[in-house]
């Protein structure tokens, strides 16, 4: 523990303190420096940020698979489409003639009643597209209806129903009804038992099962198949049916153009466009068009030229000077992070020639892309729809141009590995861990010197303390000196 100035009075704590602040003077630049390096590192690395989007967009706008886009129309409610590449300009017309629906039975098991017989073990058997599936059909309707469920392969749901509530207080009749997924080739017959054991069923040499033919006068229901509807046990509720569409019905042809489809979807219908009915058209048939998307085409290259204005403005404003006052009044002018960066100024440099330099002859300007006195980039997409209806496929190719000056531009400073943005990253993360070093060797040698000078002022305050003892003793041997009467007045 040390106690200022016992000795000589002095406020050693203050004295070293205001020396170490003078002896620390290296190291406050060295921090100062690091922190001005760190900001700069930050702002190369959200201006790197932006530089990769650009080149992103631009790459896109380079490719002419990009410039492949459409959109398609559809001129009624019964039928909606989906545009993907590769689509052309068309129009078709086409009646919706039916949609596709999936099988729905009720069947009467009459477990209670012992009315149909399950087999030992008890099973149902199910044909579904020439194949046979077995299901475990012990318990009640519920517990029958969940090992259906669980069939995932089966391609049916079940539930039980209450048809009834019953009579004279008698319990509710139930049945269980399955539903299939849609299209004709889903059709399925449910069978009591093991359906090919009990010859419902055949299998031929190749695995394909079919139904064998069965008496008409056969109970079908007690026999265990089961398709119950109330006019004819053998006929499902909702028969499976695959949806339908005419082409060009308005052309009155003998023989028209039909598709089918086990789904409500039509792939493919043309280039690159998948229709889905959703009603029958009884009077006008639904039109689709087909047309190159504007938009799209158009935002490609605004997405472009808008990406090169986030990097320069962004260069721009971390480059900008800014003055303050000094505390005497006078003005302080201050530079950006940017300002004198040779790395950056060439990047901003070359982004603009990119976009603004002519291509075979050609002036972007002719495309909507400007550049004022100031070095701002603008995009007037009315002259852009302008090119693109005067000749759309040359605008395309001096765009592609363009965009692809720009992806270049971008990859060359943005690169991963060896883009000169990142390179310049690295090296400042570099200089920051140099400096951080270096602000710890000038920890410890600071630590060393305010150590030194505690023990050189702890060692002054206990030489005072020491004179200051025998100049008290010396003053007190004095005192006790005789005093020597010389006889004068």
Same mark, same amino acid.
């Given at each position: 523990m040390a106690i200022d100035g016992l000795a000589s009075g002095l406020n050693t704590t203050e004295l070293i303190n205001g020396l170490m602040q003078i002896e620390a003077a290296p190291q406050v630049l060295l921090k100062r420096k690091s922190t001005e390096t760190t900001n700069l590192i930050s702002a190369l690395q959200a201006l790197n940020t932006k530089v990769a989007s650009l080149g992103t967009n631009a790459a896109k706008a380079a490719k002419a698979p990009s410039w492949d886009i459409h959109k398609v129309a559809s001129s009624s409610s019964a039928a909606t489409a989906t545009v993907a590449g590769g689509a052309a300009a068309g129009t078709?017309?086409?009646?919706?003639?039916?949609?596709?629906?999936?099988q729905v039975s009720m069947v009467n098991l009459d477990l209670e009643a012992g009315g149909t017989d399950?087999?030992?073990?008890?099973?149902?058997?199910?044909?579904?597209?020439?194949?046979?599936?077995?299901?475990?059909?012990s318990g009640d309707l519920d517990v029958i209806a969940a090992a259906i469920n669980k069939a995932k392969d089966l391609g049916l749901s079940a539930v039980k129903v209450r048809v009834s509530n019953g009579v004279a207080g008698g319990e509710p009749e139930y049945r269980l009804q399955l539903s299939g997924i849609s299209g004709e080739a889903n059709s399925f017959n449910l069978y009591a038992g093991d359906a090919e054991g009990r010859g419902y069923v055949t299998v031929d040499s190749n695995g394909v099962a079919t139904e064998t033919a069965i008496d008409p006068g056969i109970d079908r229901v007690a026999h265990g198949i089961?398709?119950? !509807?109330?006019?004819?046990?053998?006929?499902?509720l909702v028969v499976a049916t695959d949806a339908q569409i005419t082409l060009?019905?308005? !052309?009155g042809a003998t023989n028209p153009l039909q598709l089918t489809s086990a789904t409500n979807t039509?792939?493919?219908v043309m280039a690159g466009v998948d229709v889905t009915v959703k009603a029958q058209t009884d009077a006008a048939p639904v039109v689709l068009t087909v047309?190159?998307?504007g938009d799209a085409i158009r935002k490609l290259v605004s997405d472009v030229i808008g990406s090169v204005g986030v990097v320069l403005s962004d260069i721009a404003s971390r480059a900008a000077a800014t003055t303050t006052t000094a505390t005497d009044g006078r003005p302080v002018v201050s530079g950006g992070l940017f300002s004198g960066d040779s790395a950056v100024r060439f990047l901003a440099d070359n982004v603009r020639s990119a976009v603004t330099l002519p291509v075979d002859g050609r002036s972007p300007s002719a495309l909507g892309i400007n550049i004022d006195r100031?070095?701002?980039?603008?995009?007037?997409q009315a002259a852009f729809d302008?090119?693109?209806?005067?000749?759309?496929e040359g605008t395309q190719a001096m765009a592609m141009a363009i965009a692809l000056r720009v992806a270049d531009v971008a990859k060359t400073a943005s690169d991963p590995i060896d883009g000169t943005v990142t390179k310049k990253i690295e090296s400042q993360q570099s200089m920051v861990r140099n400096l951080g070093e270096q602000i710890a060797n000038w920890d410890r040698r600071l630590e060393q010197r305010r150590a030194g000078l505690e023990r050189t002022y702890a060692a002054l305050e206990v030489t005072l303390s020491g004179m200051q003892a025998q100049m008290s003793w010396l003053t007190s041997q004095l005192a006790t000196l005789p005093k020597i009467d010389t006889g004068k007045s």
């Open positions: 078709l017309e086409f009646a919706v003639d039916r949609l596709s629906a999936g399950l087999g030992t073990p008890p099973t149902l058997s199910v044909l579904r597209n020439g194949k046979i599936y077995t299901i475990p059909a089961g398709s119950i !509807a109330s006019d004819d046990p053998a006929k499902p060009w019905p308005s !052309a039509f792939a493919g047309l190159p998307d100031s070095g701002a980039i603008s995009f007037d302008a090119a693109m209806a005067e000749d759309a």
